[in-house]
């Protein structure tokens, strides 16, 4: 066998360890799946064959789950929701031929152990765990349910209640935990689960699992009858429909799974599970979710667009010009990654109050337990609050974050390359001015490259990293290897106004505007945007943005070459209106499109309508998302086609982990494909007819409709 390895001893154990060639991880593709099942079979034909033991030849790990990417590549080859379920249906028969075979069988999971690898020790009658190992079913974060019997068996495990958590979170659990849980029965050391798993097999080891002996009860019970039902599944339903607003299939077929199988006998629930996984496999939402959220961000972690040529770097010290709000999240995510903070400012008060961004943060870990006291003095310890460019001197790299203003970057840039030696990478975190002027201020623009965070820079896991004209290659290897340090995804895009989230993120603020100039209630506007799956509606985000930073963003953008559109002059007339008119800045001038009270919640500015009076008859809610998302979907495609962005893997990674746009779309050159062209297509037209130009689809696009062409497609096939 190529990924297990089988041998039998004296006792008649049949040892058979998991070691997938060529990946550091035990990754389940199907034929690891086959060769398990030879093993069944083999333990059960052979009568030398007294007990089994599961176990992985790679340390730390038993295994890291299913093989996504040949998920993804069966989806994009027309999966059916009945070979989805075929699918499941055949490996449940096959950990059931596991668990019934008569022979006892003893996981000895010897690390991190995820998805069909946690399944497949569920079906073992005994499971022992290292203590350093977490275990998980993660399958719904990638929109599916782990159809390999982990609803079914988890549930019957350590009862409805306890399981749920772990099946709707994909929340991975301790080694202590999984104990107390229930879910494995002996914790040891990770160099002795074999040795324990082999005391089992030679004591009295049982090869029935109780939920095959008669009169089983499952604990804390099932059914609607059971005492937690109410709180699991009536309540538990409405939970999710809010907080998934029902654009994510998965978490309520996870509940109903585990609902309907649980009343029933194992073999039954079983079908049950693979009827909801068909389901989910078939679906767009599985499929948008791994591509993106797994495989593209996978692959942007490991620096894909990165010259290989060019020899990794590592930054030791960075200079950070700019203590405010993103200056001192990036001193804050540097320090965390072992990496000396010069943080610089206009004055010492100034820059240490970005420090003090740092000292709060580390107060909160430590007082929860998520940071030691030494680590945290360790940490701030590297952050040097200063007004002194001299102490610029030997940093390998400056990040820029002083105010958006042309002017003020200039003067900084010049003052730190008058200090800086000939090998250090300037980058500024610029959101919206083109970066090749900005390198004007730099003597050596090859060495200038924009890196944009987003805020709040510690939290948020994206970085776009933007080419100046005369950026070298050496400048982005080295910029993608800081991005790697501080372990952040990056995308990368070419330099023009807004590059690319920026730009697709203001056509999302902008369309909300111009919907409240026509009369669209603002509440509506808000409530669909959260339905579509955006975390936070555009007005809200309008504020938070700041009203006069839109209008002062839109001149700057028109200054660089944006051409005029009557719409842009349509929403600039609103923006003038409110901040000029009625003095609504925004959150931070004290109030904008909602008002926010000292004493209570922020709610919608009452004001408004009698402002931009509402149309006596709303638009429905669908046409109003279609606008928020169709907006974006299509910038997306314009910056591709201009080459902003070069791959649609960067635009959907990009507008998921940057901007907000619903991660159940894949992104948004996903939610193109995802409608398909020609439909894509023809709405757009629609839409253009109804509401401007803007609407008008690309010649690219129009060209991909009549080929029916996707973005994504010729990639996986
Ligand atoms: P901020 O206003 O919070 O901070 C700017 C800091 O720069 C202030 O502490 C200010 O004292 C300092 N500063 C100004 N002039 C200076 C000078 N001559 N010498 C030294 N320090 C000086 O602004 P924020 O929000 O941190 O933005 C900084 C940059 O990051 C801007 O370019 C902005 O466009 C960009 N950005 C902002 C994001 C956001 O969400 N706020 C997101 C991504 C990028």
């Keep these: 066998m190529e990924n297990c390895k089988l041998t039998v001893d004296a006792d008649g154990i049949l040892l058979v360890e998991i ?3 060529g990946q550091p991880m035990n990754v389940l593709a199907p034929e690891v799946f086959e060769e398990l099942s030879a093993a069944i079979g083999q333990a059960t034909d052979d009568a030398r064959i007294k007990g089994v033991i599961l176990t992985s030849a790679k340390p730390g790990v038993f295994t890291a789950g299913a093989d996504i990417k040949t998920m993804v590549s069966s989806f994009d080859t027309g999966m059916t929701e009945l070979q989805g379920m075929a699918i499941s249906q055949h490996l449940s028969r096959m950990m059931r031929r596991l668990e019934t075979c008569g022979k006892p069988f003893a996981c000895a999971m010897n690390g991190l152990t995820l998805g069909g690898g946690l399944e497949t020790a569920l079906a073992c009658h005994y499971r022992v765990l290292a203590d350093d190992a977490m275990v998980g079913l993660p399958e719904v974060t990638i929109g599916l349910l782990p159809g390999a019997g982990g609803t079914q068996r988890l549930s019957r495990v350590v009862g409805i209640e306890k399981a749920l958590p ?10 202590a935990d999984a104990l107390k849980m229930g879910l494995v029965h002996a914790v040891v050391p990770a160099s002795e689960v074999v040795a324990k798993a082999r005391a089992w097999l030679l004591g009295t080891p049982s090869a029935v699992q109780p939920w095959d002996v008669k009169g089983y009860q499952i604990p804390g019970g099932a059914g609607p009858c059971s005492p937690t039902a109410f709180r699991s599944f009536v309540a538990g339903t409405a939970r999710i429909a809010q907080s998934t607003q029902r654009n994510y299939p998965a978490p309520l077929a996870i509940l109903s799974s585990v609902y309907e199988g649980t009343q029933v006998t194992i073999d039954v629930g079983l079908r049950i599970e693979s009827k909801y996984f068909g389901k989910l496999f078939a679906d767009p939402v599985a499929r948008n979710m791994m591509r993106t959220l797994f495989i593209a961000k996978g692959a942007a972690g490991k620096l894909t667009r990165r010259p290989s040529e060019i020899e990794k770097s590592t930054v030791r010290k960075v200079g950070i010009l700019g ?11 540097s320090a965390a990654a072992g990496i000396e903070v010069v943080l610089l400012d206009a004055s010492i008060e100034q820059a240490q109050r970005g420090k003090e961004y740092s000292v709060q943060l580390a107060e909160k870990l430590v007082t929860r337990g998520s940071l030691t006291p030494d680590k945290s003095q360790a940490l701030l310890a590297r952050i040097h609050p200063t007004v002194d460019y001299a102490n610029l001197a030997d940093c390998d790299l400056i990040i820029e974050a002083v105010f958006e203003d042309r002017a003020v970057k200039a003067e900084v840039t010049r003052k730190a390359a008058a200090v800086l030696p000939a090998s250090a990478l300037f980058a500024t975190n610029t959101s919206t ?3 090749t002027g900005l390198a004007e201020a730099f003597p050596r623009p090859k060495d200038f490259i924009g890196l944009h965070f987003f805020s709040p820079a510690d939290k948020m896991p994206l970085v776009e990293v933007i080419l100046g004209k005369h950026t070298s290659k050496m400048s982005l290897a080295r910029a993608l290897d ?9 995308i990368v895009v070419n330099d023009s106004p807004g590059f690319f989230t920026s730009r697709v993120f203001s056509t999302f603020i902008h369309e909300a505007v111009l919907m409240l100039r026509e009369g669209v209630a603002p509440a509506l506007i808000e409530n669909a945007a959260r339905q579509a799956g955006f975390p936070v509606g555009p007005l809200a985000v309008g504020d938070e943005v700041s009203l006069a930073l839109q209008i002062r963003i839109i001149e700057q953008n028109l200054a660089d070459g944006m051409p005029r559109t009557a719409h ?3 929403v600039l007339e609103v923006l003038r209106r409110m901040v000029d008119n009625f003095g609504r800045s925004g959150r931070r001038g004290g109030g904008g499109y909602y008002e926010y009270p000292t004493d209570g919640k922020k709610h919608l500015w009452t004001e408004l309508q009698t402002h931009f009076p509402p149309l006596a008859v709303q638009p429905d809610v669908q046409e109003v998302k279609d606008r928020l998302l169709y907006s974006q979907a299509l910038e997306s495609a314009r910056c591709l086609e201009q080459g902003v962005v070069e791959h649609p893997q960067d635009a959907d990674l990009g507008s998921v982990l940057g901007i907000g746009f619903p991660s159940w779309t894949g992104g948004s050159v996903s939610f193109i494909d995802t409608i398909g062209l020609p439909v894509f297509v023809a709405n757009c037209e629609r839409l253009a007819a109804a509401h401007g ?3 008008r689809p690309t010649a690219g696009l129009k060209r991909r409709a009549e080929l029916n062409h ?3 497609a010729t990639e996986n096939l």
């Design 166 to 175: 772990m099946l709707l979170t994909g929340q991975q659990v301790k080694a």
């Design 482 to 490: 800081f991005v790697a340090q501080v372990r952040k995804t990056p």
């Design 710 to 712: 996707r973005f994504h």
């Design 433 to 435: 001015l083109p970066i």
């Design 568 to 570: 842009l002059d349509r």
């Design 323 to 333: 203590a405010g709000m993103m200056g001192a999240g990036i001193a804050q995510l």
């Design 19 to 21: 070691d997938v060639p």
């Design 693 to 695: 130009e803007r609407f």
